[in-house]
């Protein structure tokens, strides 16, 4: 089976409340691909609806560590935080404003998400000044996210200087060990500077955890070499 129809059997699964189903479905795939990030969001919400909630936002969190812009993830968990107004709750709320996610005008969200809301803007319109001028008013914060170190490195990666590229993606790789966005920098600058070897082992570990390869597609779109 492909996983485009494996996908919408799942999303079927959901709609008819065969909770039960979503999940051991997604877990048979996973045992095939293991690395695949979406069917592992799928996996988590069939156990949130099975009532495992604490093992879908230990798993959620998980993904996002991996992958620190998946949407999806944040507003899974911060559906499965919600009811309490924690410093976590809204830590995610921030998140997923600042991945342009939709959060309740009631939430009060620390200063920090509208502005790297903004600097994503930014990196999307290849603003070099602006996104590094915003995203340094965030890092000035204090706060220790990977989202926020991802959107560092990608201000960063708009000036095209791979010696501190890949220098900033050894930093935040040594602080979240997990995450894809960081080990793809990394990979690509030491392809760029002649490390082949080394590029191609960092392409294999991230390969391995990113079957599908959702976060390379992101980065660089779907027709990156």
């Known amino acids: 089976m492909d996983r485009n129809t494996f996908l919408k059997i799942l ?13 051991q479905s997604s877990e048979y795939w996973l045992m095939q691909y293991p690395g695949d990030l979406l069917v592992n969001l799928w ?31 944040y507003q899974l968990l911060g559906f499965a935080l919600s009811g309490n107004l924690t410093e976590h709750y809204v830590e995610v709320m921030a998140c997923i404003h600042a991945l342009g ?11 920090w998400s509208g502005k790297l809301l903004e600097t994503r803007e930014a990196i999307d319109k290849k603003d070099v000044d602006e996104s590094m001028q915003l995203i340094s008013q965030v890092l000035g914060r204090g706060v220790k996210l990977p989202l926020i ?8 990666a708009l000036s095209q ?3 501190t590229i890949k220098q900033l993606a ?16 990394m990979a690509d600058a030491k392809l760029e500077m002649g490390d082949e070897t ?3 082992e960092m392409l294999h570990k991230c390969a391995s955890m990113d079957s599908a390869g959702q976060v390379p597609e992101r980065l660089w779109g779907s027709d990156h070499a």
């Open 11 to 23: 999303e079927f699964a959901l709609q008819t409340k065969s909770y039960r189903f979503l999940r």
């Open 43 to 73: 996996q988590a919400r069939g156990m949130f609806a099975e009532g495992k909630r604490s093992e879908a936002i230990t798993q959620l969190e998980n993904l996002i560590l991996l992958d620190p812009e998946f949407l999806e993830a």
């Open 101 to 111: 996610g939709h959060v309740r005008a009631s939430i009060s969200l620390p200063a």
């Open 149 to 156: 170190d991802v959107t560092h490195l990608r201000a960063s």
């Open 161 to 163: 200087d791979k010696v």
């Open 170 to 185: 050894e930093v935040y790789y040594s602080r979240w060990q997990n995450g894809l966005q960081f080990m793809l920098f």
């Open 198 to 200: 080394g590029a191609i």
